[in-house]
C-alpha cells in the first residue's frame, strides 16, 4: 500500500474517533436520559451531553476538549512493519493536530513542555499484536485525563474494605472506586476491569475491554453475572451524571480475568468517561476500508 493512502486512512479514523461517539455509546446514552426523570439535573446533563454528540459530527469538532491519550491498538499483517505502521500513525496524529481533530495534549513529563504534535516518548501509546488475516486491524481510543485520573487498583485482601482474594473481595474493590469517583471523571462513567495479573499488564488488559461492544455478553459466565449485578448495584449509588444524582452512575461494565502469581492479587480498573472515543477498522494491502468496527451495530 502506498504509505500516503495509509496516512490518509488513519487520519479518517483519528477525525472519526475524536469527532463521532459510537453507536453502541449513542444507544447507552439514549436509554440512560429515558431513564431520568424530566426536569432534573442529571436529565439535563444527559440531554446536554446527547446535543454535544451531534453537534461534534455534524461539524466534525472533538468531542470534548480533552482530547486525551492516543491509544492504538494494531494488528499487523505479514505485508506491513511495525516500523512502517509506527511511521503512518504519527504523521497521521501530527496532521490530526495541525487539523485540530486532536488539541495539542503531549507534554514532556519533566520539563512540562508541549511538543504542539502529540509526538513524544510513549506518545501515542502504541500496542502490536500479530493478524491472523490479511487486513490491517487498527483500533484506537482517546482516554481523556480526568476519566485516567480516577482509575486506580486494588491489592487484595483489603482490610479496610473487608475484601478478600475472591470475587466478592472484587465487587467490593469495584463499588468502592465508584464510590471514591462520585461522577469525576465525567460520569456516567464506564469500566474496563482486570482481575489478576501483575501491576501493569492489568491495566493494559483493563483497558482493552474498552474495545468490546457496550452490550454485548462477556463469554465468561461468572463474568458476565458479575458485570449485570454490578452496573445495577453501581447505578442504585445515586451518584449520576457527573455526580448530579440519578439512576446513570455507569453506562457498564467489561471485566477480564488474567492469570497471577500466588503472592499477588490485584483488581485493576480504568475509569472511561462519557465521552467514550473509540473506533477501529479492517484496512486491506490495497488500501480499502473492509470494515468500520463500531459502526451500525
Ligand atoms: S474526562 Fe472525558 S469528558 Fe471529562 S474532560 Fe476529560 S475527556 Fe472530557
Redesign the pocket.
Known amino acids: 500500500m502506498e504509505t500516503k493512502v495509509l496516512r490518509s486512512q488513519l487520519l479518517e479514523l483519528i477525525r472519526r474517533t475524536s469527532c463521532e461517539l459510537p453507536d453502541d455509546l449513542i444507544r447507552a446514552l439514549d436509554k440512560s436520559r429515558r431513564k431520568e426523570k424530566k426536569g432534573t439535573t442529571a436529565r439535563y446533563a444527559l440531554d446536554v451531553m446527547r446535543e454535544n454528540v451531534d453537534l461534534a459530527r455534524d461539524k466534525s469538532q472533538p468531542l470534548?476538549?480533552?482530547t486525551?491519550t492516543i491509544i492504538c491498538y494494531v494488528d499487523l499483517p505479514k505485508w506491513i512493519t511495525e516500523k512502517q505502521f509506527q511511521s503512518a500513525y504519527e504523521s497521521a496524529v501530527k496532521t490530526a493536530t495541525n487539523k485540530g481533530f486532536l488539541r495539542q495534549n503531549s507534554v514532556d513529563s519533566i520539563t512540562g513542555e508541549n511538543s504542539g504534535t502529540n509526538l513524544g516518548p510513549g506518545s501515542p501509546a502504541i500496542h502490536f499484536h500479530q493478524a491472523s488475516g490479511k487486513s490491517l486491524g487498527v483500533r484506537m481510543m482517546l482516554k481523556?485525563?480526568?476519566?485516567e485520573n480516577v482509575s486506580c487498583q486494588y491489592s487484595l485482601p483489603n482490610n479496610k474494605l473487608g475484601a478478600g482474594r475472591d470475587i466478592e473481595g472484587v465487587r467490593k474493590c469495584i463499588l468502592d472506586a465508584v464510590q471514591n469517583a462520585q461522577g469525576k471523571?465525567?460520569g456516567p462513567g464506564i469500566l474496563g476491569v482486570c482481575i489478576g495479573s501483575d501491576r501493569g499488564s492489568g491495566f493494559v488488559a483493563a483497558k482493552e475491554q474498552f474495545f468490546r461492544q457496550l452490550d454485548d455478553t462477556n463469554d465468561d459466565k461468572l463474568l458476565s453475572k458479575l458485570e449485570k449485578k454490578l452496573l445495577k448495584q453501581a447505578n442504585t449509588l445515586g451518584i449520576g451524571p457527573m455526580g448530579f444524582g440519578g439512576e446513570t452512575t455507569l453506562m457498564g461494565i467489561k471485566i477480564c480475568a488474567r492469570n497471577r502469581v500466588p503472592a499477588s492479587f490485584f483488581v485493576s480498573i480504568s475509569y472511561m468517561?462519557?465521552?467514550y472515543r473509540r473506533n477501529g477498522f479492517l484496512l486491506t494491502e490495497s488500501g480499502k476500508i473492509n470494515r468500520w468496527l463500531y459502526e451500525g451495530k
Open positions: 470534548c476538549q480533552d486525551g481523556g485525563g480526568g476519566s471523571g465525567c468517561c462519557w465521552a
